[in-house]
């Protein structure tokens, strides 16, 4: 089996703070994924990638980069953290595009004071 | 505009009830279908996944679920429900190799 490996798990900034999320996965896969879960809203789909150096927008891509650099990471720029701001990031990966099942990282929760 | 809508926010049932979970999309064509489970304190886990076939799709830990074209429905169903069932439930739909849309999520809880 292989894992998801989000880092940090925790991440408290400042407000227009520009802050950074890494996602690893060692199943080899292509595709990678990055939502937003906020309570009551679900998950929110802010970029995913096909491939390395590929990047696609979701629904929720206003304020954020994403960067693809290598097939087993894929990284999540908040560009200018909210004030009172506080949401889980989800990486996910899977084989083929939307097809496949995905496979979830523990999430990263960040807040912003 | 396509959409994935869990009606129930959340759910309660009494250990050894049954259980359905609702899930309706708008989409155009026959999207693939999935129902992820989230335990509390771990990552999201796949329940099961339908596209094509037995309307009725079986899932780990008995779960089920049933996919209606007509009522643009993909409902998740268990007979029986035990304490450790008590999760966040989410309905994920995925079309034209575009990547997964998910609902708002259901949180059942189920008394002993």
């Known amino acids: 089996g292989g894992i998801i490996t989000q880092t940090p798990k925790f991440l408290i900034g400042q407000e227009g703070q520009k802050l950074t999320l890494k996602c690893q996965q060692n199943f080899n896969h292509d595709t990678m994924y990055w939502y937003r879960q906020d309570s009551g809203k679900g998950l929110r789909l802010i970029y995913y990638?096909?491939?390395?150096?590929?990047?696609q927008k979701g629904d929720l891509s206003e304020g954020y980069d994403a960067s693809r650099e290598k097939k087993s990471s894929f990284s999540l720029t908040v560009t200018s953290a909210q004030k009172n701001e506080m949401a889980v990031f989800l990486c996910?990966?899977?084989?083929?595009?939307?097809?496949?099942?995905?496979?979830f990282g523990e999430g990263s929760k960040l807040t912003v004071l | 505009a396509q959409s994935v809508t869990q009606p129930d926010a959340r759910v309660t049932v009494s250990e050894g009830a049954s259980l359905q979970l609702r899930c309706k999309y708008s989409?155009?064509?026959?999207?693939?279908l999935f129902w992820y489970v989230q335990y509390p304190r771990q990552g999201l886990q796949l329940l099961l996944k339908y596209y094509s076939g037995d309307p009725v799709v079986q899932g780990v830990n008995g779960f089920e679920a049933e996919f209606s074209k007509s009522n643009s429905s993909f409902h998740l169903r268990k007979a029986s429900v035990h304490w450790s069932d008590s999760a966040v439930y989410f309905c994920?739909?995925?079309?034209?190799?575009?990547?997964?849309?998910f609902g708002a999520g259901t949180k059942l809880t189920v008394k002993p």
């Open positions: 996910a990966s899977s084989n083929g595009q939307g097809t496949g099942q995905l496979y």
């Open positions: 990638s096909i491939t390395e150096n590929d990047l």
């Open positions: 994920a739909v995925s079309e034209n190799n575009n990547a997964p849309r």
């Open positions: 989409y155009s064509a026959t999207p693939y």
